[in-house]
């Protein structure tokens, strides 16, 4: 149980309470998030993940917002858009790439 919203902001992590998720996805609808996060690494990814759960909160992770609509009552969980952008590549062999994206990377950047 959640005693206070101090309760979700550890050190370290940039935890964010009542987020409008109307600017975030792209038919503009939907309330607000109880918690949102915007992780830049895996690290925090997993940090936010294992303190949600500690606490007993539903999670919801999104990228752009394409395809989604939120309801007007919003999400009383914690909502989670990765800022993941490192792109890798690793030669397979002479003929094979293997591509690495992180969670936050948009395809147009992939792409190019």
Same mark, same amino acid.
């Given at each position: 149980?959640?005693?206070s919203?101090s $309760?979700?902001r550890?050190?370290?992590?940039?935890?964010?309470? $009542?987020?409008p998720?109307?600017d975030?996805n792209?038919f503009?609808t939907?309330g607000n998030?109880?918690y949102?996060?915007?992780p830049?690494?895996?690290?925090?990814?997993?940090?936010?993940?294992?303190?949600?759960s500690?606490?007993?909160?539903e999670t919801?992770?999104?990228?752009?917002g394409a395809n989604?609509?939120v309801? $007007?009552?919003g999400?009383?969980?914690?909502a989670?858009?990765p800022k993941?952008?490192?792109?890798?590549f690793k030669?397979?062999?002479?003929?094979h790439?293997?591509v690495?994206a992180?969670?936050g990377v948009?395809? $147009?950047?992939l792409?190019?």
């Amino acid at each position: 149980m959640i005693e206070s919203r101090s $309760d979700l902001r550890p050190e370290g992590l940039a935890l964010k309470c $009542d987020i409008p998720l109307k600017d975030k996805n792209w038919f503009k609808t939907g309330g607000n998030a109880r918690y949102f996060f915007e992780p830049s690494n895996v690290i925090e990814f997993s940090q936010a993940l294992m303190l949600a759960s500690s606490k007993g909160l539903e999670t919801f992770t999104f990228g752009s917002g394409a395809n989604l609509l939120v309801h $007007d009552k919003g999400f009383n969980g914690v909502a989670i858009r990765p800022k993941l952008t490192a792109i890798k590549f690793k030669q397979i062999n002479e003929d094979h790439w293997q591509v690495s994206a992180g969670s936050g990377v948009m395809i $147009d950047g992939l792409i190019q």
